[in-house]
């Protein structure tokens, strides 16, 4: 299958075939096919770095539904478009990943079922808790973890969408906890997978998103507040109002619970 995307005119894929595809679906452009085998997340920023409409993800103009040419076959054939926003890019070749659909029960309780949670591009919300029981609820899996610009706009997508189904609603709606805290041991901030997010403390950042010595942040004005001791409050977490990251005092709060769905990622 092939399709050609012409600049100043909406993306639409049509007679798009896939196999077991749901209504819910979605097709994500990705630089190359290999793409595709990579993490949730990697797909997901490798996505929203092509530079096409929608962060790079197609939804289902129509309910999918096996051709009449072909009965017998598990594939499914649907409609796919970023919708009315006009593509700008140049240019290019480019593959396609077929993505999972979003469940849409509104899910209020960390025991509740990962299969009956409401998920959005790559992560599962779990409903409000303090950082260790988000990352218990998470488990084998982790809180997101925003390594990479492309990464941090995919996951605020998500919560948009997760606020628009109902879900991401009081006392979830402030904030979004993050897969990394301050270690003493290390004296760094370190994500849950071991990975640094510093190479030592952070003093307060002006406030917007900046790679510092290749590490990607995205701190709040004034934040860390904790800055100079960290250890008072090594937590972290994302404001849902501006995607900008907060330190917190430990366990003093009850926020979202959104686990990416791969263990780790790039």
């Known amino acids: 299958q092939q399709f050609t995307a012409v600049a100043g005119h909406p993306l639409v894929l049509p007679d798009l075939l896939g196999y077991g595809m749901n209504n819910g679906d979605a097709m994500a452009v990705v ?5 595709c085998s ?3 997340e990697i797909i997901l920023g490798a996505a929203a770095s092509s530079g096409f409409p929608a962060a790079g993800l197609l939804r289902p103009g129509m309910t999918p539904y096996v051709p009449e040419d072909i009965p017998a076959s598990s594939n ?3 409609n796919f478009t970023t919708g009315s926003s006009l593509v700008t890019r140049g240019g290019g070749h480019f593959a396609l990943c077929q993505r999972r659909g979003e469940s849409r029960a509104s899910v ?6 990962v299969s009956e949670a409401f998920t959005s591009l790559g992560y599962v919300f779990l409903g409000c808790g303090d950082e260790e029981e988000a990352r218990a609820a998470c488990s084998p899996r982790s809180l997101a973890m925003p390594k990479t610009a492309e990464i941090q706009k995919t996951l605020e997508l998500a919560v948009a969408a997760a606020r628009a189904q109902g879900v991401q609603t009081s006392p979830c709606g402030r904030g979004v906890w993050l897969g990394a805290r301050w270690f003493y041991t290390t004296g760094r901030w370190d994500f849950d997978d071991g ?3 510093s190479d030592g403390p952070v003093g307060v950042s002006m406030g917007g998103a900046e790679v510092v010595n290749g590490k990607f942040m995205n701190w709040a004005q004034g934040q860390p507040s904790g800055a ?5 409050e090594p937590s972290l977490y994302m404001t849902v109002s501006s995607g900008r990251w907060h330190d917190a005092r430990y366990r003093k709060h009850k926020l979202a619970i959104v686990c990416q769905e791969a263990v780790s990622q790039g």
Do not use: F
């Open 228 to 232: 100079g001791d960290h250890a008072k």
């Open 195 to 197: 990975q640094p997010l």
């Open 38 to 40: 990579a993490p949730s």
């Open 108 to 113: 209020v309780d960390p025991e509740t079922p």
């Open 31 to 35: 630089p190359h096919i290999d793409n």
């Open 76 to 78: 499914e054939t649907s």
